[in-house]
């Protein structure tokens, strides 16, 4: 099946500085991606939709100008965290939906689990 | 808004015996349900999915879902369970019939399976 990746699996930074998250879908084309926040015991909050060529839609209550996405591939996606703080600590999840196949098919990647210190 | 309700965290069951997972949603229209399971360093994969007709839902690895309309609930059911099941399942509505539609997830429910 299609798989989604996300580079790094897991990131440990210092407070004030940014970190760049990847998500690649491998072997498919995805013009739509979509990025998710996980805290501990919660569920996963839809941050972000990413279109390639053009501007994300962030959710409401989502900073733009913290959490930066670019699409500018139809196989890659970068979520980056701008000024990092310790409240920014989560794990963050993309998904991809593939273009070549039914428009209901969406693959997740394994996440990201960024620390702030 | 929509919303998703998993109200079990955490739960425990036996290998061999039969699992029932509780979900219940809040949504204006007609629901898209979801259910995914997460295990360690893998990414969500979904289990199963209703849009419409046949209530009960088939799903992968002998899972099945009822909706039922007038108790708001998509309740996900195994009748025995193995020990590869441990893992987080999240109940999802979407605001439209694929799953690459914008999705809203409960808090999932952490499933412990006991030899």
């Known amino acids: 099946g299609a798989v989604v990746s996300q580079h790094p699996s897991w990131v440990i930074c210092k407070s004030g500085t940014s970190v760049k998250i990847e998500c690649r879908s491998l072997d498919f084309q995805a013009t739509t991606m979509f990025w998710y926040r996980q805290f501990p015991k919660q569920s996963l909050m839809l941050m972000a939709t990413?279109?390639?060529?053009?501007?994300?839609?962030?959710e409401q209550g989502v900073e733009k100008d913290k959490f930066l996405i670019n699409h500018a591939s139809l196989t890659l996606s970068t979520l980056t965290v701008t000024s990092a703080h310790p409240e920014d600590s989560s794990f963050y999840i993309c998904?991809?939906?593939?273009?070549?196949?039914?428009?209901?098919?969406?693959?997740f990647g394994p996440g990201t689990r960024l620390t702030v210190l | 808004a929509q919303s998703v309700t998993q109200p079990d965290i955490h739960i425990t069951v036996s290998e061999g015996a039969s699992l029932e997972l509780r979900c219940n949603y809040s949504y204006g229209a007609t629901p898209y349900l979801f259910w995914y399971v997460q295990s360690p360093g893998q990414g969500l994969q979904l289990l199963l999915k209703?849009?419409?007709?046949?209530?009960l839902v088939q799903g992968i690895k002998g899972f099945e879902a009822e909706f039922k309309r007038s108790q708001s609930s998509f309740n996900l059911r195994k009748p025995s369970v193995h020990w590869s099941d441990a893992a987080e399942y999240f109940c999802?509505?979407?605001?439209?019939?694929?799953?690459?539609?914008?999705?809203?997830f409960g808090t999932g429910t952490r499933l412990q399976v006991t030899l």
């Open positions: 209703y849009f419409s007709g046949d209530t």
């Open positions: 998904s991809a939906r593939d273009d070549s196949g039914r428009a209901d098919t969406q693959y």
């Open positions: 999802a509505v979407g605001e439209s019939a694929g799953t690459a539609s914008k999705l809203t």
């Open positions: 990413s279109n390639e060529g053009s501007k994300a839609t962030y």
